[in-house]
C-alpha cells in the first residue's frame, strides 16, 4: 500500500500538474492584461499599498494581484450565471474582495454550506413530500421510517420537502399544518423526549411524565391542525421497554389523529429489531437512502463548484471514486475536495511568482492519505530508538512463539539481545519500564496489570503487518 | 363526472387504519363481548375480561366501538388506559383517580393530599363499591405491567377489584400474550368465579381480509358510480399474502394504499380520463418494495465496494477457522492482506471499524463490543450460503472467495 513507488509516482503527478496548470492561469492572464490595466484601479492601488505597508520581498504581493485578478474574471462570470443558489452567492458577494478563489471554493465545500435543493435525491424527494401530502390533504395521520448509512443526505432532504410543503401553505395550496423536529441526541434520556415534543408544540416546559398525558389528552380531542414530527437518531429511543417507540408510532393510530410522524436513523433493520406491535404500527412506508455512487458524488461536488474554475475534473473522480468505494458519504467526499483545496492553495504560496494552479489528482491523494492514514503508524514511525527496538523485541517473541501475550521479563531479554546485536549500550530495567510505559500510554501495546511488575502480560495493539512494515522502513 | 384525481384522493383516505367506525369480520368475537357484558350490566356486578392477539386484530378497535354503541343501551361511564405509558402502580391509580374525577362519576371524589399507593387503593374501591353506573376500565397492552409493576400482589389486587362485594367496576385488558393470565394469576385461577374471561381474537383470515378491505372501498366506490379501484385477484393476493403470514390488517391497508399510489403515478403519466383499476401486477410490485430482505443494499447492488470485500473476509474467515465469530484484528488483517492484492487498503483501523459499523446498519452483520477495539467480535447475520449465493454474481468478489491465497 505505501509503496514508494506510487509515492513518487504522485509527486512526479503534481509536478507536472502544477506545470500544466500555470500555463493555463498564464494565458488568463496574458488575456486580461491589457485590459486590465485600464479598468482596475484598484488592484493597482493594492499592489502599492502593498508594496510600501509589507516588508516582504515582492515576491507575494506581485503574485496577489494576479490572483486576484483571474478571481475577478471567475467572478463576472458568476453574476451572469442566474441558475447559481442565492445563498452561496450572497456569502461570496459580501466578502469576495478579501477571498482568492481558493477561499471561495473552500466555503462552497463546506458541509454545512448546503444547497437548496440536493442533488441525485429527486425520487426520495417525491416520495417523503407525496406521503406528507397525502396525509395533509385528507387530514389523516401516519408514519414512515427514512433509514441510511450517515451522509446520504435524509435529514436535509426530509427538512427541505417541509420548506417545500409551507412555500404550499404559503401560497394557499395547502391548509396551515404545524412542524416540529426533534433529535434524539438533544436529549440525556429517552422519555424526556415527551417533554421536548410538547415545548416544540406549545411552548410550554413541563416534566415528561405529565407531557405524556398532556399529550394523550390532545389525541382524544378531534384537532383542526395537522403537525409533522421529524424524529432524528431514532434508535437512540430504544428502551428496554420500547414505550417511547411504542407511543410515537400509536399517535398517528388514534382515531382523529392528525399526527405525521416521520422517523430518521440509520439501522435499516430496526423495523425488525423492536417488538411486533410497534412494527405493526410503523407500517410499511420505508424509504431506503442508498449510499452515494461515484457518480454521484460527482456531481455533487461539481454542483457546488459550478462556476468556479479550481478543480482538475480527474481529481474529483478520484475523490469521488475514492468515497464511494468505502462508504459513500456525501461528507466526506466534500471534506476530502476541501483538504485538497487547501493543499493546492498552500502549494501556490510555495511557488515564487506563479500564480494559481489547480487542484489536481496529487493533492486528493494527499488529502485522502492525511485523513485516512493510521494514526498508529505515524506514531510508531516517530518513536524513539528504543521503542521501535521494543516493538521488535515483540515481534521476534510473536514469530517464536506464535502466542499474541508475552511477559514483560522475555522482552527485556530479547530487547537486550537485541541491543547488543545493533552495538548499543543496553538499556536497565527502570529505563525499560519507562519505555514500556510510554508505549502503554499511548496504546501501542497492551498491558495486563499483575502484581510483580515485570511478569505482566503484553500485547500489542496494531497488526504484526503494520509494525513490521515501519520498522523494516527506517532501516 | 368527478375529476380523478378525488377517487384516488378519497380511496387513500378510506383505507388510512383510523379512518372507520365500523367492525367487520369480528362479529363472532363482538357478540362474545357483547353477551358478556351485557349481562354484568344487568346483573349489577364486576367482572373482567382479557382479550388477547397478534398486532392488528383489532382488539382495541372492537372494544372502542363496542362500548360506545353500549352506550345507547345501558348508562355506564368508561376511561381508557395505555399501560404502556404507566410507571408504577401508584401512578396506575393516580390516572384513574383523576379520570374519575374528570368525568365526574362521584361528587365526593377528591384527590388525596398524599398520594400513598394504599390511600389511593383505598379510595378507588370505596369508590367503586359506591357507585351508582358501572365503571368500565379499559386497560390497554396490559401485559406491560408485568415489567412495569413488580409485587406481583399489586396485580393480584387490580384483578380482584372487578369482585369486591358490591363492585361495579368491569376490567377490559387487552394484549398480545396468550398466557398472561395462566402465567401472572395463578392464584386467581384457583378461585373459578374470578377468573377473567378470555376471549382471543385470531389473526383475520383471508376472506376476513377482503371483507374489510371491500367494505372500507364501498362507499367511495357508491360514491363515483361502482367504478372497481382495486381488481379482484390483486386484492385475493394481498390478503392470502398476509393471512399466510399474520394476518395483520394494518399491512394490508398499508399495501392496498401504496399500490393505489403507485397507480396513480402511472396514471398520471397517460393522463386517463377514468380510474384505472389497481392490477395484480401492481400489487405484487408493492409486494416486492416492502420484503425487507430485498431491501438490503447488498441484493440492490448499491453496496460500497469495500464492504463488499469485507464481507467476502468474515466469510473466508468463517470457513477458515470454522467458528461464526471473528476478532475485528484478525479480520483486519486479512482484510488488507485481500486489499493489498488489489492494490487498494484502508489503512487505519478507526476507518475500519466505520467500515464495520456501515455493515451492520445494513443488518448484515452484527459487531460485538469489548473493551478494547481489537477485541470486537464480529459474525455474520444472515445466511452464510445464501452470502455466498450473492457475493459469487460478482466475478470480483467471486474471484476472492475461489482464491486459493486467502484461505
Redesign the interface.
Known amino acids: 500500500m505505501r509503496s514508494k513507488k506510487a509515492e513518487m509516482d504522485v509527486e512526479y503527478n503534481v509536478e507536472d500538474e502544477i506545470v500544466s496548470s500555470d500555463d493555463d492561469t498564464m494565458s488568463v492572464d496574458s488575456e486580461f492584461s491589457t485590459a486590465s490595466t485600464v479598468k482596475t484601479p484598484r488592484t493597482v492601488s493594492r499592489l502599492k499599498k502593498e508594496t510600501t505597508l509589507s516588508r516582504t520581498p515582492s515576491v507575494s504581493s506581485a503574485k496577489k494581484p494576479k490572483a486576484s485578478l483571474s478571481r475577478r474574471s471567475t467572478f463576472s462570470a458568476v453574476k451572469s450565471t442566474p441558475s447559481m443558489q442565492k445563498r452561496a452567492a450572497s456569502k461570496i458577494d459580501q466578502t469576495s474582495d478579501a477571498l482568492s478563489l481558493y477561499e471561495k471554493a473552500r466555503i462552497k465545500l463546506h458541509v454545512a454550506n448546503t444547497p437548496d435543493c440536493l442533488p441525485c435525491r429527486d425520487k426520495q424527494f417525491s416520495d417523503i413530500y407525496n406521503f406528507i401530502e397525502t396525509n395533509l390533504r385528507n387530514q389523516t395521520g401516519g408514519c414512515m421510517y427514512v433509514c441510511g448509512v450517515p451522509g446520504t443526505g435524509k435529514t436535509l432532504t426530509t427538512r427541505q420537502v417541509i420548506l417545500c410543503l409551507k412555500e404550499g401553505v404559503n401560497d394557499k395550496i395547502l391548509s396551515p399544518f404545524k412542524s416540529i423536529e426533534v433529535n434524539a441526541f438533544q436529549v440525556t434520556e429517552p422519555h424526556q423526549i415527551y417533554k421536548l415534543i410538547y415545548k416544540e408544540l406549545t411552548g410550554e416546559n413541563v416534566s415528561a411524565e405529565h407531557a405524556v398525558t398532556l399529550l394523550e389528552k390532545k389525541f382524544e380531542h378531534k384537532s383542526n391542525e395537522s403537525i409533522v414530527l421529524l424524529v432524528d437518531e431514532l434508535d437512540m429511543l430504544c428502551t428496554k421497554k420500547q414505550d417511547v417507540l411504542y407511543n410515537l408510532f400509536d399517535w398517528p393510530y388514534k382515531k382523529n389523529s392528525r399526527w405525521i410522524v416521520i422517523a430518521i436513523a440509520n439501522a435499516m433493520n430496526l423495523p425488525e429489531q423492536v417488538m411486533s406491535k410497534i412494527s405493526s404500527r410503523l407500517g410499511l412506508s420505508r424509504l431506503i437512502f442508498q449510499p452515494y455512487t461515484h457518480v454521484e458524488l460527482e456531481e455533487i461536488v461539481r454542483l457546488r463548484l459550478e462556476e468556479l474554475n479550481v478543480f482538475d475534473m480527474d481529481a474529483i473522480l478520484y475523490a469521488a471514486r475514492k468515497v464511494a468505494a468505502v462508504s459513500g458519504d456525501a461528507r466526506r467526499a466534500l471534506e476530502i475536495c476541501r483538504r485538497a483545496t487547501e493543499l493546492a492553495e498552500r502549494d501556490t504560496s510555495k511557488k515564487e511568482g506563479k500564480s494559481l494552479n489547480l487542484v489536481n489528482i496529487g493533492h486528493v491523494d494527499q488529502a485522502v492519505k492525511q485523513m485516512f492514514s493510521s494514526a498508529k503508524i505515524t506514531l510508531l514511525t516517530h518513536a524513539s530508538k528504543m521503542e521501535k527496538l521494543f516493538m521488535k523485541a515483540i515481534i521476534l517473541l510473536y514469530q517464536k512463539s506464535g502466542m499474541e501475550e508475552t511477559s514483560l521479563n522475555r522482552i527485556i531479554e530479547t530487547h537486550n539481545f537485541l541491543c547488543r546485536a545493533e552495538n548499543m549500550q543496553p538499556l536497565n530495567r527502570t529505563q525499560l519500564l519507562n519505555v514500556c510505559c510510554s508505549l502503554a500510554s499511548t496504546k501501542l501495546i497492551l498491558l495486563e496489570p499483575c502484581k510483580n511488575i515485570y511478569l505482566q502480560r503484553v500485547r500489542c495493539n496494531m497488526s504484526v503487518d503494520d509494525i513490521e512494515y515501519v520498522l523494516n522502513d527506517n532501516k | 363526472m368527478c375529476s380523478v384525481k378525488e377517487i384516488y384522493?378519497e380511496a387513500?383516505?378510506a383505507l388510512?387504519?383510523?379512518?372507520t367506525d365500523r367492525v367487520v369480520g369480528r362479529e363472532k368475537e363482538n357478540d362474545e363481548i357483547y353477551d358478556y357484558l351485557a349481562s354484568c350490566f344487568g346483573n349489577k356486578n364486576g367482572l373482567s375480561v382479557y382479550i388477547n392477539g397478534?398486532?392488528?386484530t383489532g382488539k382495541t378497535f372492537s372494544v372502542?366501538t363496542m362500548l360506545d354503541s353500549l352506550k345507547e343501551e345501558f348508562k355506564f361511564n368508561k376511561i381508557f388506559l395505555?399501560c404502556?405509558?404507566v410507571?408504577n402502580i401508584q401512578?396506575m391509580y393516580k390516572?384513574v383517580l383523576s379520570e374519575m374525577i374528570s368525568n365526574k362519576i362521584d361528587s365526593n371524589l377528591a384527590m388525596p393530599k398524599r398520594c400513598t399507593k394504599e390511600s389511593l387503593q383505598k379510595l378507588i374501591e370505596s369508590c367503586i363499591t359506591s357507585i351508582k353506573h358501572h365503571l368500565v376500565l379499559v386497560l390497554d397492552?396490559i401485559d406491560?405491567i408485568e415489567?412495569?409493576i413488580k409485587n406481583a400482589s399489586d396485580i393480584y389486587k387490580l384483578f380482584e377489584l372487578p369482585y369486591l362485594p358490591n363492585s361495579k367496576l368491569i376490567l377490559i385488558g387487552i394484549a398480545?400474550s396468550l398466557d398472561f393470565t395462566d402465567r401472572l394469576l395463578p392464584r386467581l385461577e384457583l378461585t373459578p368465579e374470578h377468573k377473567p374471561k378470555v376471549i382471543k381474537f385470531l389473526p383475520y383470515t383471508k376472506d376476513d381480509i377482503i371483507n374489510i378491505v371491500k367494505d372500507r372501498l364501498s362507499k367511495v366506490q357508491l360514491m363515483y358510480d361502482n367504478c372497481v379501484i382495486i381488481d379482484d385477484k390483486a386484492l385475493m393476493l394481498c390478503a392470502s399474502k398476509i393471512a399466510s403470514t399474520?394476518g395483520?390488517i394494518?399491512?394490508v391497508l398499508?399495501?392496498c394504499r401504496?399500490a393505489i399510489?403507485l397507480n396513480e403515478q402511472e396514471a398520471k403519466l397517460t393522463n386517463l380520463e377514468t380510474i384505472k383499476t389497481v392490477n395484480i401486477a401492481q400489487m405484487m410490485k408493492i409486494f416486492n418494495a416492502?420484503n425487507?430482505i430485498t431491501?438490503?443494499?447488498l441484493d440492490?447492488n448499491?453496496?460500497?465496494?469495500?464492504?463488499k470485500i469485507l464481507l467476502c473476509t468474515i466469510l473466508l474467515c468463517n470457513i477458515e477457522t470454522k467458528v461464526k465469530e471473528v476478532t475485528l484484528?484478525k479480520l483486519?488483517?486479512k482484510f488488507?492482506?485481500i486489499?493489498?492484492s488489489y492494490?487498494?487498503?484502508?489503512?487505519?483501523?478507526?476507518?475500519f471499524v466505520?467500515?464495520c459499523i456501515?455493515i451492520?446498519?445494513?443488518?448484515l452483520i452484527e459487531v460485538k463490543k469489548a473493551k478494547?477495539v481489537?477485541n470486537y467480535k464480529l459474525s455474520l447475520k444472515i445466511d452464510e450460503q445464501e452470502l455466498r449465493d450473492k457475493l459469487q454474481d460478482e466475478t470480483f468478489m467471486a474471484d476472492i472467495l475461489t482464491n486459493r491465497a486467502y484461505k
Open positions: 384522493s387513500k383516505k388510512n387504519a383510523s379512518a397478534q398486532p392488528g372502542n395505555n404502556m405509558s410507571k401512578n390516572t397492552e406491560q415489567t412495569t398480545n399474520n395483520d394494518r399491512k398499508d399495501i401504496r399510489e416492502v425487507p431491501n438490503s443494499n440492490r448499491t453496496m460500497p465496494l469495500m464492504q484484528s483486519f488483517e488488507n492482506k486489499c493489498k492494490s487498494t487498503s484502508v489503512d487505519s483501523e478507526s476507518e466505520n467500515l456501515l451492520q446498519d445494513n443488518g478494547e481489537r
